[in-house]
């Protein structure tokens, strides 16, 4: 990369002024840079989106249009989160809509939609790729049994060996890697360079020919494969296809940047001979899974590109010196705060995960009544399931909460199938207030039966989620019945398709009869009776049947005067949902949360005090009271990954102790770049919450030295507010 930009081009008097502040000369550095490539690489809250956002609209008000114009991000909220400070900025907002803000993965979808001329079905999770990862298994083992001889290959047969296996398929793909091989190499010499089982290759080629189908048009496609595919066509086609034109290319979290990624952006720049400008932090990578790390932004980004400029932003604006002291501390690099604020940076213990749950809603109340901005706060999670605790919590204050990256456990199938089994045994239908929320509890319970039958039949589904009596009639005929023959062939047919067939049956018969082939006709019927009545279902379907039948007989005899946990206790045992749970979700991480959700959604009931039939009241009042809450201010519960990019008033982190952040099991640097992300999302308040015991507290807490930066802070040296790392 070359930096060889004469100065006098690099500088010009902005014409855009923002309204709110008064950027700094690095700033309109960058605003106004005449380089062809602009990269900024820089703190949290070093205002990178900001000043990308003051370069765009510097353009367009020097004439480019706001349509020659895009932003190209790695997770949609960073995308809302730039369209929208483009506003912030001071641009009009009819101007700054028109400037397309999206993901890399998006853009890519968008154009391949053009380029082939429709839309290519969708699987967004690891539970609808696991059968066609299952199908390439069986086949690679038919064509393995083939050979003259066999050769031993590891290929994944669980649930939990299939998630990791759909992980390095992931991994491969950002790395760009093509499942052809070249001249005289096998996949085991492939497998060796790539660093995996010569299996997970043999796999990933089968998996990647099963999606190519005929060669026509692609079948299918999961979350990144459209990048991938583009950057395929575009490096291995000759002449590659043509893509939008754009004046500008902007790319937020450049971090994140990943060669695929990349492929797509050197030809997008190519296209309109585009200026770039990318900001990013190489401390907020936490996409390593997605092939983010900082070796390929340091070695290989813009590698071959001319007139580029690597221009600093060295002030956070986000908090003031106690915070940029802290973060110092814990990345052990400089930051300087721009901002004169003192900021409340606060550590407060809490025994278990309960009284953290109930020490955070404390704190939400707390900032509501000294700032009435309850939308400005944010509680940050590690994992999505330490949200049941705090979601109770939350319900009891009455505080109305917006999740981010994660989905309320009230709504988690788990839930939803013990929503559905509590309605059931009540026969009170109307606790699920309705008909789109009885849809979801349908198809939960259809998926914790494992029947196969919610995506042809999502009609029939709706027709008994809006009316309570098919509603019992679903459960009697469909849920407690074994499956036959005839349904089992049924579920793999439309509506449309089924009454067609239906015709067709009863044509064929009038014509046998007509033509006085009785006996033939008898044949064709008694073979439908049959197929009626002949029980078809898996060893596993028949015991959820049975378990069902058990839970709804626990429920049903449940003293009327005791408390809905007791019963629910026994109801869940007798499902067994944990070892199902297994079997059903592919990623053990999910299997795992069921549990927790559970637990959660017990504790609500122990804590409601109320027997079942008044608790299954209580959630549907409960349902009511949480969507009511939300039409007013509400407080935000989101992951991390969710909150990368935002900044909030005030930032709680509850539950900052070792095995939950740091999480278990994951790369201690990659969490530490986590914590930095959550705890530099704050620009007035944050709250620590850390547990009493001394040592399981967090490492990253004590990282921050605290106490040692809220002195500094207090009385600072006659020097500026520079901190340099572990001060
Ligand atoms: N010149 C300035 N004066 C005062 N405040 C500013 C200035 N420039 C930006 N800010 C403010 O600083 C804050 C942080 O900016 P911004 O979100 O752009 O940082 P960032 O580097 O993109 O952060 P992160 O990477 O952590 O998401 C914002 O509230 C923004 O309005």
Not at 215 to 220: I, L
Not at 442 to 457: I, K, M, N
Not at 674 to 683: G, I
Not at 710 to 720: E, L
């Amino acid at each position: 990369m070359t930096d060889k930009t004469p100065p006098a081009t690099a500088h010009a008097v902005p014409r855009f002024q923002p309204a709110a502040f008064t950027p700094t000369a690095e700033q309109v550095a960058i605003q106004t840079n005449r380089a062809r490539h602009v990269i900024a690489m820089a703190n949290a809250g070093a205002a990178k989106t900001t000043t990308l956002a003051l370069r765009i609209a510097e353009s367009i008000t020097r004439r480019v249009a706001p349509e020659h114009i895009i932003v190209l991000s790695f997770s949609a909220e960073a995308a809302r989160v730039l369209q929208q400070r483009l506003v912030e900025v001071g641009l009009d907002p009819g101007l700054a809509r028109r400037v397309r803000c999206t993901t890399f993965d998006d853009f890519a979808r968008d154009t391949l939609r053009a380029l082939e001329g429709g839309d290519t079905p969708f699987l967004a999770s690891f539970e609808a790729l696991a059968p066609h990862v299952r199908a390439a298994v069986a086949e690679l083992h038919r064509l393995n049994a083939l050979r003259q001889a066999p050769r031993e290959l590891w290929l994944p047969e669980h649930n939990a060996q299939i998630a990791d296996f759909l992980q390095i398929a992931r991994r491969l793909k950002t790395q760009l890697v093509r499942p052809a091989l070249e001249e005289d190499e096998t996949v085991a010499m492939r497998a060796d360079a790539l660093d995996i089982a010569e299996g997970v290759f043999a796999l990933y080629r089968q998996l990647e020919k099963e999606r190519a189908g005929d060669g026509e048009a692609c079948r299918w496609r999961t979350v990144f494969d459209a990048t991938y595919d583009l950057a395929c066509l575009l490096t291995g086609s000759d002449p590659p296809p043509t893509l939008p034109k754009y004046r500008m290319v902007i790319v937020d979290e450049l971090q994140d940047m990943n060669p695929a990624s990349y492929a797509c952006l050197e030809h997008l720049l190519a296209q309109g001979s585009a200026f770039f400008t990318g900001a990013g932090d190489f401390d907020q990578v936490i996409h390593r899974w997605a092939g983010a790390g900082t070796n390929f932004i340091r070695s290989r980004f813009g590698a071959g590109w001319h007139s580029v400029r690597r221009l600093p932003l060295t002030m956070t604006f986000r908090h003031g010196a106690a915070m940029a002291l802290a973060t110092a501390a814990l990345k052990a690099k400089e930051v300087v705060s721009g901002r004169d604020h003192a900021a409340r940076i606060e550590v407060e213990a809490y025994a278990d995960a309960g009284d953290a749950a109930r020490r955070t809603v404390a704190r939400v109340l707390d900032w509501q009544r000294r700032s009435r901005r309850l939308d400005r706060c944010a509680i940050i999670l590690r994992s999505p399931d330490q949200s049941i605790a705090i979601e109770n919590a939350l319900l009891e204050a009455g505080i109305g909460v917006r999740v981010e990256g994660l989905e309320s456990y009230f709504l988690r199938p788990e839930i939803l199938m013990l929503r559905g089994v509590i309605a059931f045994a009540l026969e009170d239908y109307e606790s699920i207030p309705g008909a789109e929320r009885r849809l979801q509890v349908l198809q939960a319970l259809e998926l914790w039966q494992e029947l196969a039958w919610a995506t042809s039949r999502i009609e029939d589904l709706k027709t008994a989620a809006a009316q309570p009596e098919l509603f019992d009639a679903f459960l009697q005929g469909r849920l407690l019945q074994p499956q036959t023959l005839a349904d089992r062939a049924a579920a793999g047919l439309s509506d449309d398709e089924e009454t067609q067939a239906a015709h067709r049956l009863l044509a064929l018969l009038a014509r046998l009869r007509r033509e006085g082939r009785h006996d033939e006709a008898d044949v064709l019927l008694s073979r439908q009776r049959a197929a009626a009545q002949a029980v078809a279902e898996t060893p596993a379907q028949q015991s959820a049947r049975v378990r069902l039948a058990g839970a709804l007989e626990i429920l049903r005899a449940a003293p009327a005067d005791e408390t809905a946990d007791v019963a629910l206790e026994r109801a869940v045992a007798a499902l067994e949902l944990e070892r199902v749970a297994q079997r059903i979700f592919i990623d053990p991480a999910s299997a795992a949360a069921v549990s927790r959700s559970i637990a959660g959604f017990i504790d609500a009931a122990r804590r409601s005090g109320r027997p079942l039939r008044e608790f299954a009241q209580w959630l549907r009042q409960a349902e009511e009271r949480v969507a009511e809450l939300r039409r007013r201010k509400t407080v935000l519960l989101c992951t991390v990954e969710a909150a990368k990019g935002q900044e909030f008033d005030a930032v709680i982190l509850p539950l900052l102790e070792e095995g939950a952040f740091p999480l278990a099991g994951c790369d201690r640097s990659e969490e530490s770049n986590r914590f930095y992300v959550a705890a530099t999302r704050m620009r007035d308040e944050l709250t620590l919450l850390v547990p009493a015991e001394p040592a399981r507290l967090s490492p990253f807490v004590s990282a921050m030295k605290i106490g040692d930066a809220i002195a500094r802070a207090r009385h600072p040296p006659a020097a500026p507010d520079a901190a340099r790392g572990r001060g």
